[in-house]
T-cell receptor, first 113, second 109 residues
Framework: ETGVTQSPTHLIKTRGQQVTLRCSSQ?????VSWYQQALGQGPQFIFQYYREEENGRGNFPPRFSGLQFPNYSSELNVNALELDDSALYLCASSRYSGNYGYTFGSGTRLTVV | EDQVTQSPEALRLQEGESSSLNCSYTVSGLRGLFWYRQDPGKGPEFLFT???AGEEKEKERLKATLTKKESFLHITAPKPEDSATYLC??????????FGKGTHLIIQP
């Protein structure tokens, strides 16, 4: 059983640029959600994708967007990067109900300079 | 809005010294309470799911319990490899998960 894989592991971008982060979900999981974790804080919910559509969103602006593909993998896109976007971005996959738990990837560390 | 408060923020124990971590939560409807372990720079690693008051789960030196307002993670005779941040989490589904800030646990040999 494969786990959740995220790429890249580290990334440095300049303020104002755009970035795309990628996530492959665990085998048997059909739902992907993304979280932002600032240093010393718990992860914050960005959004969730199910059946290739966003079906839930946290308190993040529209410049945070995503995609889910037919194989359940996903992308997180962030436009017009700001310094405060520097964080660990985590992807989690689950079955739709989430009752069997969520499997997290190791994250992408994004630094905006 | 779901809320999770964990205490203490940090805890330093000697190897073999048992203790408990606390999680207080407020939810509109409990879909599940999860405990995760997170090592520095890594993603959270699933430990337990609890669904109803009175439920208990155990794994090696860890035991999680649940009441209507709190959950406790008991650690018995901890070892240095148990050092990590332990996250209490509620929610799920389209509303996403709500995390506490975590308890940073250090076990000294």
């Amino acid at each position: 059983e494969t786990g959740v894989t995220q790429s890249p592991t580290h990334l440095i971008k300049t303020r104002g640029q755009q970035v795309t982060l990628r996530c492959s979900s665990q085998s048997g999981h059909n739902t992907v959600s993304w979280y932002q974790q600032a240093l010393g804080q718990g992860p914050q919910f960005i959004f969730q994708y199910y059946r290739e559509e966003e079906n839930g969103r946290g308190n993040f602006p529209p410049r945070f967007s995503g995609l889910q593909f037919p194989n359940y993998s996903s992308e997180l896109n962030v436009n017009a990067l700001e310094l405060d976007d520097s964080a660990l971005y985590l992807c989690a996959s689950s079955r739709y109900s989430g009752n069997y738990g969520y499997t997290f990837g190791s994250g992408t560390r994004l630094t905006v300079v | 809005e779901d809320q999770v408060t964990q205490s203490p923020e940090a805890l330093r124990l000697q190897e073999g010294e048992s203790s408990s971590l606390n999680c207080s939560y407020t939810v509109s409807g409990l879909r599940g309470l999860f405990w995760y372990r997170q090592d520095p720079g890594k993603g959270p690693e699933f430990l337990f799911t609890l669904y109803s008051a009175g439920e208990e789960k155990e794994k090696e030196r860890l035991k999680a319990t649940l009441t209507k307002k709190e959950s406790f993670l008991h650690i018995t005779a901890p070892k240095p490899e148990d050092s990590a941040t332990y996250l209490c989490v509620v929610g799920g589904g389209a509303d996403g998960l709500t995390f506490g800030k975590g308890t940073h646990l250090i076990i000294q040999p």
